[in-house]
């Protein structure tokens, strides 16, 4: 089992940047990839970026490309997600997850998932 606690999230304005935090415990030792996904009000949970277990490659949601940034500290045991440039539409819940493949994309390739941190964008 893992756990996984994100922080880092609050009210920022729109322009401003802002970094995720996820910290794993658990069974770390194991290699995940991690991703982060985001549910406003009222619509699905939508993919947001990954990073697969050697932190060699990423991928990023076309929304988020060039503003979003994905990268892990397995020393640490933690992800981030740096976000540049936030927009209103940016405004969610942002969830951490952990996958057993080296590489996930979607929500079902996931097996752990945090409890999420909350971001909201002012205009």
């Known amino acids: 089992q893992v756990q996984l606690v994100e922080s880092g999230g609050g009210l920022v304005q729109a322009g401003d940047p802002l970094t995720l935090s996820c910290a794993a415990s658990g069974r770390t030792s194991t290699a995940y990839a991690m991703g982060w996904f985001r549910q406003a009000p009222g619509k699905e949970r939508e993919f947001v970026a990954t990073?697969?277990?050697?932190?060699?490659?990423?991928y990023y949601a076309d929304s988020v490309k060039g503003r979003f940034t994905i990268s892990r500290h397995d020393i640490k045991n933690t992800a981030y997600l740096q976000m540049n440039s936030l927009k209103p539409e940016d405004t969610a819940v942002y969830y951490c997850?952990?996958?057993?493949?080296?590489?996930?994309?979607?929500?079902?390739?996931?097996?752990?998932w945090g409890q999420g941190t909350q971001v909201t964008v002012s205009s």
């Open positions: 990073i697969n277990w050697s932190g060699r490659s990423t």
């Open positions: 997850a952990a996958s057993l493949r080296t590489f996930a994309r979607t929500a079902n390739d996931y097996d752990y």
